[in-house]
């Protein structure tokens, strides 16, 4: 069965490579990124997408289920945004759609520059992974208030950008709510993809039912496809903390971004 994983995993890597390859993609992963990276994994960076932007994700869970975001840039260093998801899309579970939507606030008061990080404030109340109606929350709290920080350098094998973050959850009942940190990177793999790496600490998770200890390890290959449009192999929970679950789970995420 491990061997059937690790070669669908292998052909999907080399076929999206192949296109990517194909397409001289220009979206947001790699040295030829015309975008920002929003997010490292699940958590925010300091990126936007530009003025006079929109942005589709379609994130394709473990649950079967599909996690949706339009974000929209009106303003410079400013981006509205709002989600939803839905577990059992894709099986023969029965759907169940998320009641009230997500929301998602970013501004970048800091910008860049060669010698200091971005800053960037923002609100986003949009859990991740499947809805788990018994403990009426997501697998992963949402970021909530957040403050994220990013640095952009360039090395001998690249560009690596250094993200790292603190935010405060209203997810949590209100006794187990707790100032939670984030850190992580995103290191380009030539012209057109990038490898992401991010570490969650979930300093506000308290459910033992949901997690065994605490921290999230994360990480993504970020492919672009074609113009705007970026793909994501996403590996989560590499550390095995997560409850009933024996292995990483593997999701899908699309990034479709352009003008308006």
Same mark, same amino acid.
């Given at each position: 069965?491990?061997?059937?994983?690790?070669?669908?995993?292998?052909?999907?890597? $080399?076929?999206?490579?192949?296109?990517?390859?194909?397409? !001289?993609?220009?979206?947001?992963?790699?040295?030829?990124?015309?975008?920002? /990276? /929003?997010? *490292?994994?699940?958590?925010? /960076?300091? +990126?936007?997408? =530009?003025? +006079?932007?929109?942005?589709?994700?379609?994130?394709?869970?473990?649950?079967?289920?599909? @996690?949706?975001?339009?974000? *929209? %840039?009106?303003?410079?260093?400013?981006?509205?945004?709002?989600?939803?998801?839905?577990?059992?899309?894709?099986?023969?579970?029965?759907?169940?759609?998320?009641?009230?939507?997500?929301?998602?606030? +970013?501004?970048?008061?800091?910008?860049? /520059?060669?010698?200091?990080?971005?800053?960037?404030?923002?609100?986003?109340?949009?859990?991740?992974?499947?809805?788990?109606?018994?403990?009426? !929350?997501?697998?992963? =709290?949402?970021?909530?208030?957040?403050?994220?920080?990013?640095?952009?350098?360039?090395?001998?094998?690249?560009?690596?950008?250094? =993200?790292?973050?603190?935010?405060?959850?209203?997810?949590?009942?209100?006794? @187990? &709510?707790?100032?939670?940190?984030?850190?992580?990177?995103?290191?380009?793999?030539?012209?057109?993809?990038?490898?992401?790496?991010?570490?969650?600490?979930?300093?506000?998770?308290?459910?033992?039912?949901?997690?065994?200890?605490?921290?999230?390890?994360?990480?993504? $290959? &970020?492919? %672009?496809?074609?113009? +705007?449009?970026?793909? @994501?192999?996403?590996? &989560?929970?590499?550390?095995? =903390?997560?409850?009933?679950?024996?292995?990483?789970? &593997?999701?899908?995420?699309?990034?479709?971004?352009?003008?308006?």
């Amino acid at each position: 069965m491990q061997l059937k994983t690790n070669f669908i995993l292998i052909s999907v890597l $080399l076929l999206l490579f192949s296109v990517s390859y194909l397409c !001289r993609s220009q979206g947001s992963a790699g040295e030829n990124a015309l975008l920002e /990276t /929003t997010k *490292i994994v699940d958590m925010p /960076t300091a +990126g936007l997408i =530009h003025k +006079g932007y929109y942005q589709f994700t379609f994130n394709f869970f473990n649950t079967g289920g599909l @996690q949706s975001e339009f974000n *929209i %840039s009106p303003i410079e260093n400013i981006t509205f945004g709002i989600s939803y998801s839905l577990n059992g899309l894709i099986g023969s579970e029965k759907i169940s759609m998320q009641k009230i939507p997500g929301f998602f606030f +970013g501004w970048r008061f800091i910008n860049e /520059t060669y010698t200091f990080p971005a800053l960037l404030i923002g609100f986003c109340n949009q859990g991740f992974g499947g809805y788990i109606n018994e403990e009426k !929350r997501f697998l992963v =709290h949402s970021p909530g208030l957040f403050l994220a920080i990013s640095k952009n350098f360039k090395w001998v094998i690249g560009s690596i950008a250094l =993200h790292s973050g603190i935010n405060y959850s209203f997810d949590p009942p209100i006794n @187990q &709510r707790n100032i939670n940190f984030y850190i992580g990177f995103e290191q380009s793999v030539g012209p057109f993809a990038a490898l992401n790496l991010e570490y969650n600490a979930t300093m506000n998770e308290e459910n033992t039912n949901i997690m065994s200890n605490k921290g999230l390890l994360n990480s993504s $290959l &970020r492919i %672009s496809v074609t113009n +705007g449009v970026t793909i @994501q192999l996403q590996l &989560r929970d590499l550390l095995n =903390h997560q409850r009933n679950v024996n292995a990483f789970s &593997r999701y899908l995420a699309i990034d479709i971004a352009n003008k308006f």
